[in-house]
Every structure is written in structure tokens, then in C-alpha cells.
């Protein structure tokens, strides 16, 4: 049998396996022999061709409406405003905020404040102070047609301002010392609605506290009043009486009034009760236990619930260990004035339809409790003694954020699980939902929206029902951004407004 034998050197072939990137899936299916497939018989192969039609033409009916979406959006045009008055600053400024009526705003500057017109977009008057650079301000509008305005400086000085009659005055600065080694710095300024009340978030040495004042704008206003007349009947003793700037004096009125100072609560240790009957005898009020103070467990079960803990997780803590330990700061509080409810009472039912807050609420940052106090102390209590909750809401998870409607009737729990708890606090003290975020979403805030239907009547007076029904944005760590509903009675909606 005669063979063709080729002459010359063999070529060996270079390797394909470079090659195989630029082959197409199909190709580099049909060229392995294992993994081909018999050719279906009939009726299964029209089977195969109907499915495969069918699914290209829904497949090109989903194309089509995404179109149709795509060229609607882009056919919405956008409303830009453009602003409509132009107001300019002597300084730069570094906070603003409203009087809510919309007749005036008030501006921090790096050397004071000024109180601008929204009628005529002018300066009205102004308090300046060299070296004093507002941060922080809040403005409370008061009967009379007067305003009490908040501010915190870059040093960590509170001051508080009363605005009447086109006049700006220096009530009182709450925090500032001569000696610089002893002064506090404020971290947060809250002035009630009606500004009859005012928290001040005080840090200094190491540790946190939070004082009440009662503000006295009655008596601001009658003092204020009768300084005004004394000025127009002698302005060569104060100067150009058309200066529309007033220097840094604070003002002889009548000072705010300490009421409370909430200290934040110590480390649980071991109890020196023996058994759980005497720690609830020595307790004045039975609804403080949740604080977990008052507990019958000693020092020795303490240490050795610690050592079991370390025994099973030793690995864990040991890794954690070696990592770099950020220096531990002062526990902050989040603390919200609370209009009079049910859950919290105070005196009969006419006092508390004043429309004046009763209560306030605290927490404190990677703390489990929620912690409620009557503004109107015993006698017997004296204002820089600790006083003790009323109320106490203790949480499964650390409180990360929280926040509360305008007619205080709903407060909303961030925990540290990414549980959301929004409480009805005015005539139930009952939870009104409970929201758990999706897995690995971690809270950074939470606000209420605003419902446009409840009026002032029902801010004030708890005699009106509100209506159950809340709406909350959730701010996550990770950018993401949530909007929650929730009603009585009905499933709670969250709806993802912005991914990650």
C-alpha cells in the first residue's frame, strides 16, 4: 500500500490557547466533542423553537417600554430657580436660619450676627464682637412679636439673644469663664417651642452634661421694654442712637434658671443589694429599674460572667486587641423638648393645655435607654443634684440617632442593628412600627417629614388627636437613603430612594 510521505522538516504548530479569547462561546462549544448534543427528535425540537420565540419577543416588548420610559424622563424638564434678591454680607457667613414666620432671618458672621428683612431684603440691626465666629445658630419666635436666638461660637460659648422691636440684645452667656482652663465647651443649643425652656450640651474634663434653664421671656421683655424707654430719654449716654450695630455688653436682666443637670449615666458595676426585693425597695419609683442600676447581681457574679466571655472569645479579643484604639470621647446626648401627653403627666388636665413643653427626653450616644423627665422638679430636689428619670424605654440595640415630630407626638429610635422604632409617645406610649433595614445598611440619621395637615392646634393642644400616620427618611452609613411609612393599622412601606 503505497504512502505519501512528506518531505522536508515537520512544523510545529504554535499553541492555540491564545487564540481562544477571540473565538466566539458557540465556536469553542462546538469544537469539544463531550460536550455536544444530539439534535432533539420531533415534537420537542418546534417545542424549543416556540419557547425561544416567545422568549425574544418579550424580551423585545421590555426593550421597547424602557425606551418609551427613557425618552418620557427625558422629555420632563427640569424647573430651575434662579434667585430673585441678592443680599451681601460684611463678613463671611457661616450659619443662617429662619424665624420661621418668613419676615426675617439670622445670619452668623465670623465677627457676630446680623437680623436681615425678608420684606424689604435689609439689614435691620446687628451685634458684633471681635474674635466671636458663630457656628452654630437657632432662633425660637416668642409671643409679642419678639424672638430668643441661640448660638455656639468656634470656642464652645453658648449665648442667648433676644430680638424685639428691631433690637438685638446679649442675654446672657451661659458658658464663658476668665479662665480658660476651666471653661466647658458647648456642643449642642435647643431652645423650646415657645422658648419658655433651653438645653445646653456641656463637655469639659473629660465628661458630659446636660443643663436645663427656664427662661424667663416675660420678664426679658418687660426689662427690655423699660431700658428702651430709659434710652430714648438720655442717647448721649448710649451713644449714636442710629447705629444699627450693637457692641458685645451683655445686658443686667434676669438670669435663666438651673432646673436640672443631667450627667450621663454611669458604667453598670456590682450591686450591693442581696436580693432583687431590697433593690426594688430602695427604689423611689419602681419605672427607673430599666436603668439598670438598680440590680442584684454583685461584683463576684460580675467578674465572673466577664471571664467566662473572655474564655469562649478569646481568639476574637486578642485580634482586636492588637488593632490601634482610637482615644474614647465623652458620651454625647440627643435630647428633644416634649409637649404635654398621656404618657407623661403632670398636674391636672388644665395645667396642660398651655401649650408649654412638661417633659424632656434623653439619650445618650452607644446607650441602651431612653431616658424621660419632668421639667417642673420637686421642691426638695435641689438644680445641680442629679435628678432621676421618670421614664425609662430601654432598647434590644445602642442608640445611634433619633429624632422627633413637631408636635412631639412620634419619636423615632435609630438602633445600632439597623432597627428603627418609632414610637407614639403623646397618647399611647405604644410603638407604632418597628423596621428593620436591610441586611449590612447601618443608620447614620433619621427625620420626620412633615405632614402639612396637622395645624398648630394640634402642636399645642393633646385634647385634638393627630393623625397616626408618620412618614421618616433613613440616612445609612453607606450613602443609601430610605423613605418609611407607617400607620396604625396598616403595613409599614419602605421605599429605597437612593442606592448605595
Not at 44 to 52: C, L
Request: aromatic fraction near 8%; glycine fraction near 6%; hydrophobic fraction near 35%.
Amino acid at each position: 500500500m503505497p504512502l505519501n510521505i512528506r518531505k522536508g522538516a515537520w512544523d510545529i504548530p504554535s499553541p492555540s490557547e491564545k487564540d481562544w479569547s477571540k473565538l466566539e462561546k458557540e465556536d469553542l462549544f462546538l469544537q469539544d466533542p463531550d460536550q455536544a448534543l444530539d439534535c432533539l427528535p420531533q415534537p420537542f425540537r418546534m417545542i424549543v423553537k416556540i419557547v425561544n420565540q416567545i422568549f425574544d419577543q418579550s424580551w423585545e416588548s421590555i426593550q421597547a417600554r424602557e425606551a418609551h420610559r427613557e425618552a418620557e424622563r427625558l422629555k420632563k424638564k427640569i424647573i430651575s430657580f434662579q434667585p430673585t434678591h441678592d443680599i451681601k454680607f460684611d463678613e463671611r457667613a457661616n450659619c443662617i436660619t429662619s424665624s420661621g414666620t418668613g419676615k426675617h432671618i439670622f445670619v452668623g458672621l465670623s465677627n457676630g450676627l446680623v437680623v436681615f428683612s425678608m420684606v424689604t431684603y435689609t439689614k435691620i440691626c446687628g451685634w458684633e464682637a471681635a474674635e466671636v465666629e458663630i457656628s452654630v445658630i437657632s432662633a425660637c419666635q416668642i409671643p409679642n412679636q419678639s424672638y430668643l436666638i441661640g448660638t455656639v461660637d468656634n470656642m464652645g460659648i453658648a449665648r442667648l439673644f433676644y430680638f424685639y422691636a428691631d433690637h438685638i440684645s446679649l442675654i446672657k452667656a451661659i458658658n464663658e469663664l476668665e479662665d480658660i482652663s476651666k471653661r466647658t465647651i458647648c456642643m449642642k443649643l435647643e431652645i423650646s417651642q415657645g422658648g419658655d425652656y433651653a438645653g445646653v450640651l456641656l463637655q469639659g474634663g473629660g465628661e458630659s452634661w446636660l443643663e436645663v434653664y427656664r427662661l424667663p421671656k416675660d420678664s426679658w421683655l418687660k426689662e427690655l421694654d423699660h431700658l428702651a424707654r430709659s434710652q430714648q430719654r438720655a442717647p448721649e449716654l448710649q451713644g449714636d442712637e442710629n447705629s444699627e450695630t450693637v457692641a458685645s455688653v451683655e445686658i443686667k436682666v434676669t438670669s435663666p434658671t438651673l432646673i436640672m443637670k443631667i450627667k450621663s449615666p454611669r458604667p453598670l458595676t456590682g450591686s450591693h443589694f442581696k436580693t432583687a426585693s431590697e433593690a426594688v425597695q430602695k427604689t423611689d419609683e419602681c419605672n427607673v429599674i430599666g436603668s439598670g442600676h438598680n440590680h442584684a447581681i454583685s461584683a463576684h457574679q460580675w467578674e465572673q460572667q466577664e471571664a467566662i466571655f473572655y474564655t469562649v472569645f478569646k481568639k476574637y479579643l486578642d485580634a482586636r486587641s492588637t488593632e490601634p484604639t482610637e482615644e474614647k470621647k465623652p458620651s454625647e446626648a440627643m435630647f428633644y423638648f416634649l409637649m404635654p401627653g398621656k404618657t407623661l403627666q403632670m398636674g391636672s388636665d388644665s395645667k396642660s393645655l398651655t401649650g408649654i413643653p412638661n417633659a424632656i427626653s434623653v439619650h445618650w450616644s452607644d446607650r441602651y435607654s431612653l431616658y424621660q423627665y419632668l421639667l417642673v422638679r420637686p421642691h426638695k430636689e435641689k438644680s445641680d443634684s442629679e435628678p432621676k428619670p421618670d421614664v425609662v424605654w430601654p432598647c434590644a440595640a445602642p442608640i445611634v440617632c433619633s429624632a422627633a415630630s413637631s408636635c412631639t407626638s412620634f419619636l423615632a429610635l435609630g438602633c445600632e442593628d439597623g432597627t428603627i422604632i418609632v414610637w407614639e409617645i403623646k397618647y399611647s406610649g405604644s410603638p407604632l412600627a418597628v423596621i428593620a433595614l436591610p441586611e449590612g445598611c447601618h443608620m447614620q440619621d433619621i427625620y420626620f417629614l412633615e405632614n402639612s395637615n396637622i395645624n398648630s392646634n394640634q402642636m399645642q393642644f393633646p385634647s385634638i388627636p393627630a393623625k397616626p400616620k408618620v412618614q421618616i427618611l433613613a440616612w445609612c452609613t453607606n450613602g443609601s437613603l430610605y423613605l418609611i411609612r407607617a400607620a396604625w393599622g396598616k403595613e409599614t412601606n419602605m421605599i429605597l430612594l437612593r442606592d448605595r
